[in-house]
């Protein structure tokens, strides 16, 4: 087997190969890891534990501490990072080594059935499987006259590596990256504005986690524009200045710097794709639930193939693919509505499945429950009061179709429901399974109780 990146979906494909007995070959062009490991899971949630951490220390006198002439260094900051991601995509390498993975560095072009040009430092060679699976993810999405330059206007690699602290940040787009660096930056000081076209910010929420998400990130100072578009950047000496479109109307409004976060684009580009059959819409390899792309041999998994883009699907499909291609009978392909998403800024979110407007939509008769934090000992004793778990349920058969939530470390709670909507679990298992106490996942128990009339403490 063949694997044509080395992210979070092509470095699990290969070592479940090789663990499978299969002779596996893993071209990487840049860096083992990927963006996940190098420049976007791993070190942005290094840096936003930074500015938690920040964030607490500012709230000292709150739990009877006392920090005082709290600050930070920035490029001490930012070397954390970096440091953090340095020795995780090491580890890949050593998980290659472990596993008898070969990895080559180099640019690969599929050039027929089973073949693959490898360009390295020494030149060209030839490499040859019956199944190749392509995994070579995306990058940052460039809209034309808001294009990145490294000083004034950044993608999530600049953001990653700061040239400075902005003073006044502009932020376009209210995705999962877009928030989590105007979260991050808002909480180390910069006045920072977040402009999103769509009706709300974090769109692809729950309207109701969507709108508490919004309240908490206002209280904190934050600017948010929502059905608003920036037209044009005009770029000077230290300043960007802005043409925002709001309400029918374009105002200019001054920065010094601005992140661009308005989705990604997959790598397609010279892998001779097209030549070979395979369909690409919009950048993105068009394959089925186990990921085949209708050209025998090929495969195309993670980013590249389409949403939700994840690491953790990717890494899903990675497996699945590797047992498919060893012949493995029955592979569990890869739900969507199955996969949980997280948002590391500050409240947290996280959901999984259908929000309550989507399962509307498609017909259910549902119930809705609800828990706030503010009901919650745990969450009170952490001084984490703000926040709401919320859960949708087919009326009809007791299926948990969806669950939604913001607050403290939601990203962890939501696995317990992902588990849940996995093992097919009705509101009756979820009643009567005991959490423990005192914990934040109580609020996942009431919650559920909420649904169905029964919540104790609230």
Known sequence: MIVIGAGPGGYVAAIRGAQLGMNVLCIEREHLGGICLNWGCIPTKALLRSSEVFHLMHRAKEFGLKAEGVGYDLDAVVKRSRGVAKQLSGGIGHLFKKNKVTSLMGEARIAGKGRVVVKTDQGEEEVSAPAIVVATGARARELPGLEADGDLVWTYKHALQPPRMPKKLLVIGSGAIGIEFASFYNTLGAETTVVEVMDRILPVEDAEISAFAKKQFKKQGMKILEKAMVKKLDRAKGKVTAHIESGGKVETQEFDAVISAVGIVGNTEGLGLEELGVKVDRSHVIVDEYCRTGVEGVYAIGDIAGAPWLAHKASHEGVMVAELIHGKNKVHPVRPESIAGCTYCQPQVASVGFTEAQAREK????????????????????????????????????????????????????????????????????????????????????????????????
């Not at 087919?394 to 996995?422: C, N, P, S």
């Not at 298992?429 to 959490?435: A, G, P, Y």
């Open 363 to 458: 017909g259910y008769d549902i119930k809705v429950g609800k828990f706030p934090f503010i009901g919650n000992g745990k969450a009170i004793a952490l001084g984490e009061p703000e926040g709401i778990v919320k859960t949708v349920f087919d009326a009809k058969t007791g299926e948990l179709l969806g669950a939604h939530m913001v607050g403290a470390e939601v990203t962890e709670l939501i696995q317990g429901y992902v588990v849940g909507r996995q093992l097919e679990t009705t509101e009756e298992d979820l009643m009567e399974t005991v959490f423990p106490h005192p914990t934040l996942s109580e609020m996942m128990h009431e919650s559920v109780l909420d649904a169905y009339g029964k919540a104790i403490h609230f």
